[in-house]
């Protein structure tokens, strides 16, 4: 009787952990890919054309806001991000933040929610320090849809894997440069990552959380 107690005991304590070592992990993101996204935001809609190059360091989104102006906004892992227009306004702002870019496996220690269905598909979902929930397709492991704890809404319309914008496209343009008294607070514009928009207390979670 003792050595059966001793044993239900020893399960209990151990059930957590085989629970974790069988939860289902994220899938990294590739080193480098192509995505068109659809974005609501308390109705208020965007198309982004985002470009991932993790091996050299940058991050590219095209945000076409609904009837509204293109934005370009380009993230270096220095943390300096350009956002801009190249129409005639020859708009630009300038940003130096304290993180770079998401690195491919930004979603390590996120939990497991289990599976929900999301825009057709069936996904497996995690929640990331109180700031994105995240779901991934069950058999493809592509991501299908996230959302941040703002509302901002994100769906996957498509993804291509190894896609690479080439080197000159990146180039933010010259009046960037020449504009002395340029706008440096990127809250100026509504960037689709998230980030910007968090409390002091959980951008410190996320950036440590980025930082592992």
Known sequence: MASSTIYALLLLLLLPQLAAAASPKPTPWPLQFHSILFVNYSGSLSLIDLWYD?????NFNIVKDQLGKRLYDVEWNNGTSFFYTLDSNQECRSAQLEIGILRPNWLDGAVYLGQGNI????????????FIWYYEDIVTKRPVHWVFYTGRSIHVMTFEVGAVLEDAKWQAPVYCFEKKDAETDPKKYKVDVGYLELEPERQGRLRGSMLL
Request: hydrophobic letters at 35%.
């Open 54 to 58: 993790w091996p050299n360091g940058r």
């Open 119 to 130: 825009d057709g598909f069936v996904c497996n979902v995690w929640q990331k320090v109180d």
